[in-house]
């Protein structure tokens, strides 16, 4: 049972990426979904919230209009479009799982423990 975060890289600032989010060994029909990112001496942010009922998302300000986030519950996976990246986005970068946390709690509060935690993938926004 496990999530797995992949698509990272290095872009120039302005660019784009998108990342993936895949589980295996349970569905993630039933579970909100966080994108978070943790930068070198910073804390874990939440980027991006998705819910399991109604598909409904959350954004912080940081990221609000650059980054998308979206489920596909045929293929098990979670994705987060990122445009318009900025050196500041360079972090590595996680996704969770959660049945009950609301998303605006996910997001905000990265900091609770959640049912599921993915490896990361870095993320390098560099000329």
């Known amino acids: 049972v496990q999530l797995q975060a992949s698509g990272g890289g290095l872009v120039q600032p302005g660019g784009s990426l998108r990342l993936s989010c895949a589980a295996s060994?349970?569905?993630?029909?039933?579970?909100?979904i966080g994108w978070f990112r943790q930068a070198p001496g910073k804390e874990r942010e939440g980027v991006s919230c998705i819910s399991s009922s109604d598909g409904s998302t959350y954004y912080p300000d940081s990221v609000k209009g650059r980054f998308t986030i979206s489920r596909d519950n045929a293929k098990n996976t979670v994705y987060l479009q990122m445009n318009s990246l900025k050196p500041e986005d360079t972090a590595v970068y996680y996704c969770?799982?959660?049945?009950?946390?609301?998303?605006?709690?996910?997001?905000?509060?990265?900091?609770?423990?959640?049912?599921?935690w993915g490896k990361g993938t870095q993320v390098t926004v560099s000329s």
């Open positions: 969770a799982a959660d049945r009950l946390i609301t998303i605006v709690t996910m997001c905000d509060t990265p900091q609770l423990n959640m049912d599921y």
């Open positions: 060994g349970f569905t993630l029909d039933d579970y909100h």
